[in-house]
């Protein structure tokens, strides 16, 4: 048995000599992809309690420890949040805060149900807006948890006596939840929720010091609240993720040589000797040639050169990685028309 895994540590260590690694920034699409022609957006809040449900928020407040008015000004907050990251997305022409109109939610904590388009279309008209963006639901709840520990003996006027620390923490949950009313095609492009949590920890001799060190918690709510509706307005745009790839550095002495200049950062070079090995009468040599020049276009954003070259390497060569590769080519291909349709 011990000779059998010896040998299986051994083969996966000459397999990852063959390859090394890199790190590509790739542009993903966008979670959410709304029509090209919405240009003017309205932003509501429908976060704010009926009458019917005002006694119970109130109870709410008292039950998990919320500050006056705490829900309301995190509301504000997540909607400044959300208009000032449509503002900048160039892809807008106007962004208008619909604050004057009061929209209510009969449910606490939770997606009321969506607006009907005849109120999405009245509102659309009336504001000039071609889609709302709403802040459907926004809630905060908090727990305060208390304990005490040992901290050894002090002396009073002579007399030891156990010393106690007291521990208040307080935990708050940040609740936002987003809707994205589309009138023309009659969609709800996106629903999103999304939770953080924030807590506090006060230290201290006796119970009302260990509280008065939970300070800053509504300055942090806030904060909080207002990077949600950045975070939000995020969902439409691309992004950039981190992805690697492996690339063949064994072979040649060509091979050899690019391994350095693509540790020195000159792919270009690098893909200049990889492209004279694409015509090596030595089968698997021309194959990691193949599949390194898809390597080395997809640094350079030809994609669709890349998933030719990774073809070649399977189809003519039979290099196994290059079958996978060609499926991650393949799907950043699609994803690029996808990006494209949402710009």
């Not at 072979?251 to 004279?276: C, H, S, V």
């Amino acid at each position: 048995m011990k000779k059998s895994i010896y040998l299986i540590i051994i083969a996966g260590m000459l397999v990852s000599c063959k390859t090394n690694q890199l790190y590509l920034n790739v542009i993903e699409p966008a979670p959410v992809t709304i029509a090209k022609d919405i240009k003017k957006v309205g932003v509501i809040n429908r976060s704010m309690p009926t009458d019917e449900t005002k006694i119970l928020d109130v109870i709410d407040k008292v039950l998990s420890l919320e500050g006056v008015d705490l829900d309301r000004d995190g509301a504000e907050q997540a909607i400044q949040g959300l208009s000032e990251e449509l503002m900048n997305n160039a892809r807008f022409d106007e962004v208008k805060n619909l604050n004057d109109i009061d929209f209510r939610t009969p449910k606490l904590g939770i997606f009321p149900v969506p607006l009907s388009w005849e109120i999405i279309d009245k509102v659309c008209k009336e504001t000039g807006s071609d889609a709302l963006f709403a802040l459907e639901y926004y809630d905060t709840n908090t727990r305060l948890s208390y304990t005490t520990s040992d901290a050894g003996t002090r002396e009073v006027l002579g007399v030891k006596i156990p010393a106690v620390v007291h521990h208040a923490n307080m935990e708050t949950i940040v609740k936002t939840g987003w809707r994205i009313y589309d009138p023309v095609n009659r969609v709800i492009a996106d629903q999103f929720n999304h939770h953080e949590s924030i807590v506090y920890t006060g230290n201290g001799a006796s119970p009302l010091v260990a509280v008065a060190g939970l300070i800053g918690r509504k300055e942090a709510i806030i904060d909080v609240s207002n990077k949600a509706g950045h975070s939000y307005a995020l969902r439409i745009i691309p992004f950039r993720n981190r992805v690697y790839r492996d690339y063949f550095v064994k072979g040649t002495y060509n091979f050899k040589i690019a391994k350095r200049k693509a540790q020195m950062d000159m792919w270009d070079e690098a893909g200049q000797l990889w492209e004279k090995e694409t015509s090596s009468p030595k089968r698997k040599v021309a194959g990691r040639a193949c599949y390194n020049m898809g390597i080395i276009n997809e640094i350079n954003g030809n994609v669709d050169e890349a998933l030719k070259w990774v073809q070649k390497s399977y189809a003519d060569y039979n290099i196994r990685q290059a079958k996978e590769y060609s499926r991650i080519l393949e799907n950043r291909l699609y994803k690029l028309q996808v990006i494209n349709e949402q710009e």
